[in-house]
C-alpha cells in the first residue's frame, strides 16, 4: 500500500479511509476534511486492487467531480481514471442512454431544458377552455410541482397542498396535465432532467437481468453530500447497494439545508435504520474555526431533535475572541457598522478578501450595497451578480424605466425579449414601428401594430401592453409607492412570465416581495432609479480604485456552503427575518433554518459578528424587530454583547 494514501490523514479521517467492506456512514462536520477522506478512500480501494470500472462515485456537482478527480491524480502513481464518476444526472443520462430501450427509450433521448418544459406544457394547457387558461397558475408552477413530486416520491396531490397552494384549486387539472405531459415526451422520444433519474430507477426495476447487471457493476458505491439527496436519489442508491452493500456516504445532517430543492434529510437521519450493520465514522476535528465559535456551533445544532449526535473539536491551538452579538437601532445603523467596521479591518491590513458579509435573504444585502459603494470598498457576490445585476430584478427594473420614459427602447427590448416566440429580429422590427406611435403602450394592444410582431408572440405582446397601460394609471393616481408598484407588476402578470422562464422562481418571487416591502415609503421613482444609476457608478469607481483583485465577499448562506473566512458578519439576526415567519410554522422548517444558522456560523475561522437591529425603515416606518429566537437558545454565555454606539471609530 503506497503510504502516500495514509499519510497526512488523522486518526479520524484514516479510520474512515480504510473502512471495511459493508455499509459505512462518514458523518463529516465542518471544515473537517470530508473531499479529503473521500478521495483517499477511493485511492485506497484502487490500490487495494479494485478495478475503477467497478467504482461508482457520485457527487452533486460536475466541480466537485473535476476535483476529485484532479486530486486522485496527484494521490495515485501512473494514471487512474474513475469511468463512472459524476453528478446523478450525468450518470443517469449514461445509463439512459444504455438500457433507454428496456423502459420505452430506444437509443439516445433529447434532453430537453426549462424552456422547453414550459413550452410543451402551455401547448398542452391550450387544449382547455380559455377560462381556465387565464385563471391556472402558470406553466412554471405546474411544472415545479410535477418535479417536485418526482424528486420527493410523493403523490402530486400531498406536493400540491404542501407546497403548491395556488394549484390546490386546480388539481385536476394538474394531474391532467402531467398524463399528458408525460405521454408527449414518451412519443417524442424527449427526457428532462427529472427523466434521467427516473428513468435509472426504472431501468433498476425493468428486471432481475440488468439489475443483477449494475449491482456488480458498481460493485463499490461512494456518494458525496449524502444529506443532500432526495427520496428518489436514495432509492436508486438503496437498490444498487442492495446486494453487496458496499456503500460509502459521506455527509453532515447538520449541513443540510436543502429542502426547497428537493433534499431529504430524512436520508441520512435514517440510514443507521436501514443499514443496521453500518460502521458509522464521525470527523469531528475542525481544522478552520476557533474553539469559541465551534462552541457556539455545537450549541445552535442542540436545538434540534432530528440530528445525529456529534460535536466539533478545533485543530486550531489559540484560543480566539468570542462572537459577538452587534445590538444597533436600524437596519440603516446596521449597513453603517458593517461598512465602518469592515473599513476600518481594511485599514488594519485584513485582506478583503477573507472578510465575508452573509445573510438569509438576498435583499438584505441591498443597504449594505450601498454603503461599501459609497465607501469605495470593492465587493463581490458569490452568485456573481449584485442584485441588480440579477435578470428578474432587471425585468421588474425595466417595466419602472418604462414607466418613466415609454421611449426607453433598452427596457422595451428588454421586455419584448422575454416573450415566447419574439427573437432579436422580431423584437427590433416591432420597436421600429413603436417609435413612430403617440402612445407605446396602447399601440402594443393595436391589431395594425400586432400585426408586425410574430403570430406566435402577439398575445405576449399584447399582454405586456395592457399590463404597462394598467401601471401607468395606477402611477398617475399618484398613490402607488415604487414597492406597490413592483407588487402590481408581480400581479399584472409578470409573475406568470416569471414562472414560465426563469429558473428558481419562487426564490426570485419571494425576493421581489421583500424587494417591494423595502420600498414601501419609496414614492419618488425617478430618485430611486437614479439611485440605482448612482450605486452603479460608485460601484465602478470603487472596482477601478482597487490596488488589487481582491473583494469584500456578500454571499447568501446558502450559497457560502462549503466556503470560508477569517471574517464574518452575520446580518439581521432577527425573528421573521431569521427564521422567516413561514419556516417557523412547521418544526421541520425550523430544524432547517437552525440548520443554515450554523452553517453560517461555521464558516468563520476567528471573528464572528452578528447583527441585531431593532427596527426598520426599509420594511414599513416604524416597524419593530425582536432578536431571532435562536439568540436566546444559545444563550449569553458564549457570545459577548455590544451596541453600535459604544464603538469608537
Not at 497526512?8 to 462536520?29: F, S
Not at 478495478?51 to 466537485?64: D, E, M, S
Not at 414550459?118 to 410541482?145: C, M, Q, T
Not at 469592515?342 to 491590513?349: F, H, M
Request: with cysteine; charged share 25%; proline share 5%.
Amino acid at each position: 500500500m503506497d503510504s502516500r494514501i495514509l499519510n497526512g490523514l488523522n486518526p479520524e479521517q484514516k479510520e474512515a479511509v480504510m473502512a471495511p467492506d459493508g455499509p459505512a456512514l462518514v458523518l463529516a462536520g465542518a471544515g473537517s476534511g470530508k473531499t479529503r477522506v473521500l478521495t483517499h478512500r477511493v485511492a485506497w480501494l484502487l490500490e487495494k486492487g479494485v478495478p475503477a470500472h467497478r467504482i461508482l462515485v457520485l457527487t452533486f456537482t460536475k466541480k466537485a467531480s473535476r476535483v476529485l478527480q484532479h486530486r486522485l491524480s496527484d494521490l495515485l502513481t501512473g494514471p487512474q481514471v474513475l469511468l463512472w464518476a459524476g453528478t446523478f444526472h450525468h450518470v443517469g443520462y449514461r445509463l439512459l442512454r444504455e438500457f433507454g430501450q428496456r423502459i420505452g427509450y430506444p437509443g439516445s433521448p433529447v434532453v430537453i431544458d426549462r424552456e422547453d418544459q414550459v413550452d410543451l406544457v402551455k401547448s398542452i394547457l391550450s387544449g382547455f377552455p380559455e377560462s381556465l387558461r387565464k385563471e391556472i397558475p402558470p406553466a412554471g408552477s405546474i411544472i415545479n410541482a410535477i418535479s417536485l413530486s418526482r424528486n420527493s416520491q410523493v403523490p402530486l396531490e400531498d406536493v400540491i397542498y404542501d407546497r403548491f397552494s395556488g394549484l390546490i384549486p386546480y388539481i385536476d387539472v394538474v394531474g391532467q396535465v402531467q398524463l399528458s405531459y408525460e405521454g408527449q415526451k414518451k412519443t417524442a422520444r424527449l427526457a428532462d432532467f427529472d427523466d434521467l433519474l427516473t428513468g435509472w430507477l426504472n431501468i433498476l426495476e425493468s428486471g432481475p437481468d440488468v439489475l443483477d447487471l449494475l449491482q456488480n457493476r458498481f460493485r463499490f458505491i461512494l456518494v458525496d453530500e449524502y444529506q443532500d439527496t432526495n427520496p428518489l436519489q436514495a432509492r436508486i442508491l438503496d437498490k444498487l447497494a442492495e446486494r453487496h452493500k458496499s456503500f460509502f456516504v459521506v455527509g453532515d445532517d447538520s449541513q443540510s439545508i436543502y429542502s426547497f430543492r428537493g433534499a431529504h434529510v430524512e436520508n441520512i437521519l435514517t440510514f443507521p435504520d436501514r443499514y443496521p450493520e453500518a460502521r458509522i465514522y464521525r470527523l469531528e476535528t475542525n481544522y478552520r474555526s476557533t474553539s469559541p465559535i465551534l462552541d457556539l456551533a455545537n450549541r445552535i445544532i442542540l436545538g434540534n431533535e432530528r440530528r445525529i449526535e456529534k460535536t466539533l473539536r478545533p485543530y486550531l491551538t489559540e484560543e480566539g475572541s468570542s462572537p459577538r452579538t452587534v445590538g444597533l437601532y436600524s437596519d440603516a445603523d446596521q449597513a453603517q457598522f458593517v461598512g465602518s467596521t469592515v473599513e476600518q479591518l481594511l485599514d488594519g491590513g485584513a485582506p478583503a478578501s477573507e472578510i465575508a458579509i452573509l445573510y438569509r435573504s438576498h435583499y438584505l444585502s441591498l443597504p449594505i450595497q450601498f454603503e461599501l459603494a459609497r465607501r469605495k470598498i470593492p465587493f463581490s457576490i458569490t452568485s456573481g451578480l449584485r442584485f441588480y445585476e440579477q435578470a428578474h430584478i432587471k425585468d421588474v427594473l425595466a417595466h419602472l424605466r418604462l414607466l418613466l420614459n415609454p421611449r426607453d427602447t433598452l427596457a422595451m427590448n428588454r421586455l419584448l425579449r422575454m416573450i415566447p416566440r419574439m427573437g432579436m429580429r422580431s423584437a427590433e422590427k416591432l420597436l421600429r414601428v413603436l417609435g413612430d406611435v403617440e402612445d407605446v403602450f396602447f399601440s402594443l394592444t393595436d391589431e395594425a401594430v400586432l400585426k408586425t410582431a410574430p403570430s406566435l408572440s402577439r398575445e405576449g405582446v399584447r399582454r405586456l401592453g395592457e399590463r404597462l397601460s394598467s401601471l401607468r394609471e395606477l402611477q398617475l393616481a399618484g398613490k402607488s409607492s415604487v414597492g406597490l408598484l413592483v407588487m402590481e407588476i408581480l400581479e399584472r402578470g409578470y409573475r406568470r412570465d416569471l414562472y414560465d422562464i426563469r429558473e428558481d422562481p419562487e426564490d426570485r418571487e419571494a425576493d421581489l416581495s421583500a424587494f417591494a416591502e423595502q420600498l414601501e415609503e419609496q414614492t419618488d421613482l425617478e430618485g430611486f432609479l437614479g439611485e440605482i444609476t448612482l450605486l452603479e457608478n460608485l460601484e465602478e469607481i470603487a472596482l477601478s480604485s482597487a490596488s488589487s483583485p481582491d473583494r469584500i465577499v456578500l454571499s447568501s448562506i446558502h450559497q457560502a456552503k462549503g466556503l470560508e473566512w477569517d471574517k464574518v458578519f452575520v446580518l439581521s439576526m432577527n425573528e421573521g427575518i431569521f427564521p422567516p415567519e413561514k419556516s417557523a410554522v412547521r418544526p421541520q422548517d425550523l430544524e432547517e433554518e437552525r440548520r443554515l444558522f450554523y452553517v453560517a456560523v461555521t464558516r468563520a475561522r476567528r471573528d464572528l459578528m452578528l447583527c441585531v437591529p431593532e427596527s426598520t425603515v426599509s420594511r414599513g416606518r416604524g416597524e419593530r424587530l425582536y432578536p431571532s429566537r435562536f439568540l436566546s437558545e444559545i444563550g449569553p454565555d458564549l457570545v459577548s454583547e455590544t451596541r453600535y454606539e459604544s464603538w469608537n471609530f
